[in-house]
């Protein structure tokens, strides 16, 4: 495998992330329905998502892969409309 990314191979992980993105914002749906509280469903997701990453490349690599989230919290790169 090259170490760059092909368009087709772009469209592809794109096409994953918005499936994904997709099956979350419905299993996040559903748990407010359920009267889940936002603020419990947003720190479980976050718990989720760090973890699984923990799991699958290191403490040491996610720290280094988060290191940069509070800058980027706020210059806006998460603020999407739902």
């Known amino acids: 495998m090259f170490p760059f990314k092909t368009a087709e191979r772009k469209v592809k992980e794109q096409e994953q992330r918005q499936i994904a ?3 979350l ?6 748990a407010i329905a359920k009267g889940v509280e936002t603020d419990v469903v947003s720190k479980t997701a976050i718990f989720a998502g760090l973890s699984d990453m923990v799991a699958v490349y290191g403490e040491r690599a996610v720290a280094d892969m988060t290191k940069d989230l509070p800058q980027r919290i706020r210059q806006g790169d998460f603020t999407v409309q739902r």
């Open 21 to 23: 993105l997709d099956a």
């Open 25 to 30: 914002l419905e299993a996040w749906d559903n």
